[in-house]
Every structure is written in structure tokens, then in C-alpha cells.
């Protein structure tokens, strides 16, 4: 059991789960905010052993090392790489500190709101059709970068409705050769595809000039990360031409200021926090800490 825990911020985790958060340590404290930087996230931190965060701050060296008494941190949210992480984890091996994250809690409702957000876009659904003329996915050429869980949950969501799918990786797949998928260089995967969806890894940016260039205009693309998949100029450029980009979160568009922009529909909310993902949350992170030995 620990000493002490501490949610810096809200962890998302059902009323439940909270209450069970009592039988892993002798005191507990949750935040009901997010912590305006590092300086903040130590106060909170103090002489606490056990801590928890959810994806809306970051804990690096410089909070850990005004926090030695700092034995586990949970990740309420996804942890695929420490470049991704927003925990400095190789610090955090460095002294010893176990690091947990989850993964896939969250998918399904992403994955509802890219089929919501392309079919209101193709038919015409409260804005102007894409084509003029409502068309079905039906045969729409689709390029998915990244197909991990939540890419290649999309794309057998978008094959089911008769999209062609093609996608990029760190290599080809197997099971997405089976499924018919194609797999192909990044650049021509942007030239061939209608619709681009960037499913990527938080701070993996795989979109620069030349990336732009290939995708060119008359293009649709969804980002559902938690960070750009770009850079912001040449996207920025890019968004001139007649072209439109969905994101859910401001942290998947990048920028604030471009949420008024013409061809950005931004939806201001992680779709992917249903009440289901939520209970997914909470019993994974529930789960990392009974496993943790200590």
C-alpha cells in the first residue's frame, strides 16, 4: 500500500473507481483541475509516493526532482513510447520509478465519429455536399496513416460501408493484407486517397511540406490523435486550397486560432470519452495499481 497518492488533475475515473482508489493507499488526494505548470504539479506532487495524470499535463525531470518520494505514476490515459509519453519516463527510470499507462479505452467512439463526421460531409448533412451531390462511401479511395488499434478499427469500419482502403506503417501488416487492405509508401498513399485519416501516436508528426504537396487539393482530412500529425505551415497553406480538416480536440488541430477557420470543423471534444471508454479507464488504471508490487 502506498503512503499517499495524488491525482494531480481529473483522471476521468467513474465515482467507483474512485472510492476503490482508497484501498491502494493510506491517504488519497484528487485534484478537480489541471495544474498551470510544473512548479504546480510539484506542489500538488509534494511528499506523495503514488501519483496519477490523465493527458492534459505533463510530469517531467524538473517536478520529479523536487519530488523524491515519488515511487509510481500512473498514466490515466494511453502509453505506446516514452517520446509520446507525457511523463519523462526515461528520468523516471533513471530513479526507479514505475510508470504505468492503458491503452485502447477509447476507440469505439472515435471511430463513430469518423464514419458521423464523412457521411454528414459526403451527403450533405447540415452543410453543403462535397461532391454537390450526396455520394455513399461506397467506393471512396481512403488512405489511413497508422494502423494500430483505433487506424485499423477505422479502417474495417470504412471498409464495411465499401470504402478501398490503402494504408501506411512502420511495415505492412499481414492481417491487413488479408482483410484486402494495400499497403503503400506514405507519399503515394496521400496522391491516391479521397480522404486521409492520421492516426498516430502522440508528437509523431509525418506531414511536412513534400507530404502536402503529394495529398494536394480537393482532399478531406481527419486527424484523431492528440496532437498534430503536421506541421503547421504547410498545413496552413494547404487548408487554402479546397480542402477540409477534421479534429476533434484543439489539441489534435494544433491551434486555437484555427478553429474559425472555413475549412476546419473542430468538434471541441474528445470523442472518444463515452461513458464506456470511461469505465474502460477506470478499470485498467484500477487494474495497473494492484498489479504494481511495492
Not at 496522391?191 to 501516436?201: G, I, K, Q
Amino acid at each position: 500500500m502506498f503512503k499517499k497518492l495524488v491525482a494531480i488533475e481529473p483522471v476521468n475515473l467513474i465515482p467507483s473507481a474512485e472510492k476503490e482508489l482508497q484501498s491502494f493507499a493510506k491517504e488519497v488526494i484528487m485534484y478537480d483541475d489541471i495544474p498551470s505548470g510544473e512548479d504546480e504539479i510539484a506542489s500538488r506532487i509534494g511528499d506523495a509516493d503514488a501519483v496519477l495524470l490523465s493527458y492534459t499535463s505533463r510530469i517531467g525531470r524538473a517536478a520529479l526532482e523536487k519530488c523524491p518520494n515519488v515511487r509510481y505514476i500512473g498514466m490515466c490515459c494511453s502509453l505506446y513510447s516514452p517520446e509520446s509519453a507525457n511523463v519523462d519516463i526515461r528520468y523516471a527510470n533513471e530513479r526507479g520509478i514505475v510508470v504505468t499507462g492503458i491503452r485502447d479505452y477509447g476507440d469505439e467512439g472515435v471511430v463513430e465519429y469518423v464514419i458521423s463526421e464523412l457521411v454528414r460531409c459526403l451527403h450533405g448533412f447540415g452543410q453543403k455536399a462535397w461532391n454537390e451531390i450526396p455520394r455513399e462511401i461506397t467506393g471512396m479511395k481512403v488512405g489511413i496513416v497508422g494502423l494500430g488499434k483505433s487506424g485499423g478499427m477505422i479502417a474495417d469500419a470504412l471498409k464495411f460501408f465499401g470504402a478501398d482502403i490503402a494504408y501506411f506503417a512502420r511495415s505492412e501488416k499481414e492481417v491487413a493484407r488479408k482483410k484486402g487492405y494495400q499497403f503503400l509508401p506514405l507519399g503515394e498513399l496521400l496522391s491516391r486517397s479521397e480522404a486521409v485519416f492520421c492516426c498516430l501516436n502522440k508528437n509523431t508528426v509525418l506531414l511536412h511540406d513534400a507530404e502536402f504537396e503529394r495529398l494536394g487539393n480537393r482532399k478531406i482530412l481527419f486527424n484523431t490523435g492528440l496532437s498534430p500529425a503536421w506541421d503547421e505551415a504547410p498545413f496552413m497553406k494547404w487548408l487554402e486550397g479546397d480542402n477540409l480538416c477534421f479534429c476533434d480536440t484543439v489539441g489534435a488541430l494544433g491551434a486555437e486560432h484555427l478553429l474559425n477557420h472555413p475549412h476546419v470543423r473542430c468538434m471541441q471534444v474528445s470523442t472518444g470519452m463515452t461513458c464506456q471508454a470511461l469505465d474502460r479507464l477506470s478499470e485498467k488504471v484500477l487494474a495497473n495499481l494492484a498489479s504494481t508490487n511495492f
